[in-house]
């Protein structure tokens, strides 16, 4: 069975190199914010392209570092999708904010910007003021982020990016993260730049919110043990730091080698009854997920299966359908209908760098045998 992703895939291809990084960190006898962490930052934040980086100990902290920086809390609405990993929601609960969940644009799944400005415009009655949007890039490429930037620009509405699936993805030649205040990466294992464990970064190219995301990490510590304002633990461990700084250098050419099985995958349905996906224009899709739009799904995935080829689906239920959320989260003017739809369509086709010729062909083959 070829599976959706493979993580042990990505270890073995640099085995040798991820041991080493291992052997170097454990060797030093400093196993939290050490060299090995400052160097990963610092080689992060040139290769996006910020001033700074942070690192924490999840995608999900990162985002809840990013909230409590920019001083948002429990007297504030934050503006997201629905159609997302639970975790950008859970986030913004963390930090005692009101999430407010918008629609998708149906063909890129990332949130509608008409919608945004919309609520922006003319914000739901009885929630607190909308302080902070949460841009949720998607699947491996960018929200329409223009209008949504103008839009929170003209009100000085902080904008904060969502990169946990687009590590590289690029918009008009920028890479994304580098966009709005601040950004959160997530570098679980099976991201396009994964740790072997949870692990996380936020970049930003302000200074003093950098500063204050150090300090919030570690308990408000300025001063080792002298906590200026409340904080958490979410450290970014030096195992951690050290695998990731041997698996940057490579992001790229996996990403480009993400883009060549996507390639494949569109020859193989072009001219059949599922149509490839929808690319931005003036973007570049890394290709975190293939996410194909199915009705009558469960038939495809089971003749799939039959051929020996795994799915996923990115994701069964929208959040606000979840049973932690239904019925006390707030949803903007178009009700998530649209989030609604996608997720009874939505399928993952196997997407990692390490799949060889052999298995993109295999399915590649059953991808034309829907025609």
Same mark, same amino acid.
């Given at each position: $069975?070829?599976?959706? +992703?493979?993580?042990?895939?990505?270890?073995?291809?640099?085995?040798? @190199?991820?041991?080493?990084?291992? =052997?170097?960190?454990?060797?030093?006898?400093?196993?939290?914010?050490?060299?090995?962490?400052?160097?990963?930052?610092?080689?992060?934040?040139?290769?996006?392209?910020?001033?700074?980086?942070?690192?924490?100990?999840?995608?999900?902290?990162?985002?809840?570092?990013?909230?409590?920086?920019?001083?948002?809390?429990?007297?504030?609405?934050?503006?997201?999708?629905?159609?997302?990993?639970?975790?950008?929601?859970?986030?913004?609960?963390? #930090?005692?904010?009101?999430?407010?969940?918008?629609?998708?644009?149906?063909?890129?799944?990332?949130?509608?910007?008409?919608?945004?400005?919309? #609520?922006?415009?003319?914000?739901?009655?009885?929630?607190?003021?909308?302080?902070?949007?949460?841009?949720?890039?998607?699947?491996?490429?960018?929200?329409?982020?223009?209008?949504?930037?103008?839009?929170?620009?003209?009100?000085?509405?902080?904008?904060?990016?969502?990169?946990?699936?687009?590590?590289?993805?690029?918009?008009?030649?920028?890479?994304?993260?580098?966009?709005?205040?601040?950004?959160?990466?997530?570098?679980?294992?099976?991201?396009?730049?994964?740790?072997?464990?949870?692990?996380?970064? #936020?970049?930003?190219?302000?200074?003093?919110?950098?500063?204050?995301?150090?300090?919030?990490?570690?308990?408000?510590?300025?001063? !080792?043990?002298?906590?200026?304002?409340?904080?958490?633990?979410?450290?970014?461990?030096? %195992?951690?730091?050290?695998?990731?700084?041997?698996?940057?250098?490579? %992001?790229?050419?996996?990403?480009? !080698?993400?883009?060549?099985?996507?390639?494949?995958?569109?020859? +193989?349905?072009?001219?059949?009854?599922?149509?490839?996906?929808?690319? !931005?224009?003036?973007?570049?899709?890394?290709?975190?997920?293939?996410?194909?739009?199915?009705?009558?799904?469960?038939? $495809?995935?089971? $003749? %799939?299966?039959?051929?020996?080829?795994?799915?996923?689906? =990115?994701?069964?239920?929208?959040?606000?359908?979840?049973?932690?959320?239904?019925?006390? #989260?707030?949803?903007?003017?178009?009700?998530?209908? @649209?989030?609604?739809?996608?997720?009874?369509?939505?399928?993952?086709?196997? $997407?990692?760098?390490?799949?060889?010729?052999?298995?993109?062909?295999?399915?590649?083959?059953?991808? !034309?045998?829907?025609?």
């Amino acid at each position: $069975m070829i599976p959706p +992703a493979d993580p042990g895939a990505g270890y073995r291809a640099q085995q040798a @190199e991820i041991d080493a990084a291992l =052997h170097r960190a454990a060797a030093s006898g400093w196993y939290i914010l050490g060299r090995e962490g400052a160097a990963f930052e610092a080689e992060f934040a040139r290769w996006l392209g910020t001033a700074r980086a942070v690192g924490c100990g999840s995608g999900t902290d990162a985002i809840v570092l990013a909230l409590r920086a920019l001083g948002i809390g429990p007297d504030a609405t934050v503006v997201t999708v629905s159609h997302t990993a639970v975790a950008s929601v859970a986030a913004i609960e963390v #930090v005692g904010a009101t999430p407010l969940l918008l629609d998708i644009d149906p063909e890129t799944f990332t949130m509608d910007p008409d919608e945004l400005i919309s #609520v922006l415009g003319d914000p739901p009655p009885g929630l607190p003021p909308i302080r902070a949007v949460l841009a949720v890039h998607l699947y491996g490429q960018g929200c329409d982020l223009g209008p949504m930037l103008e839009a929170c620009g003209a009100l000085g509405i902080p904008l904060i990016e969502d990169c946990a699936q687009c590590h590289g993805s690029l918009l008009d030649g920028r890479k994304l993260g580098t966009f709005g205040r601040v950004s959160a990466f997530s570098l679980y294992p099976t991201k396009n730049l994964g740790a072997l464990g949870d692990a996380g970064i #936020v970049a930003t190219d302000d200074a003093a919110l950098a500063d204050r995301i150090g300090a919030l990490r570690q308990y408000g510590w300025r001063d !080792r043990y002298i906590s200026a304002e409340s904080g958490i633990n979410s450290r970014l461990d030096e %195992l951690q730091a050290a695998v990731l700084r041997a698996r940057l250098p490579r %992001l790229d050419g996996n990403n480009a !080698r993400r883009r060549e099985i996507a390639a494949a995958y569109d020859a +193989a349905l072009t001219g059949g009854p599922v149509a490839p996906p929808v690319r !931005r224009p003036g973007a570049e899709h890394v290709f975190h997920q293939y996410v194909l739009r199915v009705p009558g799904r469960p038939a $495809m995935q089971a $003749m %799939l299966r039959e051929a020996g080829i795994g799915t996923a689906i =990115h994701y069964p239920m929208p959040v606000h359908l979840q049973p932690a959320y239904r019925g006390r #989260v707030p949803l903007g003017p178009a009700e998530c209908r @649209e989030t609604e739809r996608a997720a009874e369509e939505v399928l993952s086709l196997p $997407m990692y760098p390490e799949m060889t010729d052999e298995q993109v062909d295999r399915v590649c083959a059953a991808l !034309r045998a829907l025609r």
